[in-house]
């Protein structure tokens, strides 16, 4: 790589990260990379070459797509930003429900048979209902809308 073609690249990284990042300053920047400000200068002068330690710390702060599309472009690649399948969760969650619900019944039962007192069952009960209300919410999060 050609010492213009370095300079390009760390400029056009440092400038994603200010274009995706509004308001990072140069000094922010050194910071997450763990260097001095004026490094940060240096790298986007030419001066000085963006190290890995330095790229990965800027790669997991600010993301893939600000740091490594200008890399892949060199390669003719594109870095795109994924997005999880909401599936699996939506699997998860409802196993999840459906495991929540049968606490009150294995509740009753311990207390029936007294491997717990009463005090106990109403603290676990009010926890089990907690825990209800709260895997409502996130299930009601990631389903999907149906158009009415």
């Known amino acids: ?18 274009r995706d ?14 260097v001095d400000r004026s490094l940060v200068s240096r790298w986007r ?11 990965i710390r800027l790669q997991r702060h600010y993301g893939a797509v600000s740091v490594l599309t200008p890399i892949a472009a060199l390669d003719g690649c594109e870095v795109r930003q994924l997005t999880p399948d909401p599936a699996p969760l939506r699997r998860g969650s409802l196993a999840v429900v459906q495991a929540a619900s ?34 409502e919410r996130l299930r009601a999060a990631i ?3 149906r158009a009415a």
């Open 102 to 135: 049968g606490l009150a019944s294995d509740i009753e039962a311990a207390l029936e048979d007294g491997r717990i007192t009463g005090a106990e069952a109403a603290q676990l009960s009010d926890a089990a209902d907690q825990l209800a209300r709260r895997l």
């Open 45 to 55: 002068n030419g001066e000085r070459e963006i190290g890995l330690t330095e790229l």
């Open 143 to 145: 389903t999907p809308r």
């Open 21 to 34: 990042h509004p308001g990072t300053t140069d000094s922010e920047i050194a910071g997450v990379a763990g």
């Open 1 to 18: 790589m050609t010492p213009r073609t370095r300079q390009a690249l760390q400029e056009t990284i440092l400038d994603n990260i200010k």
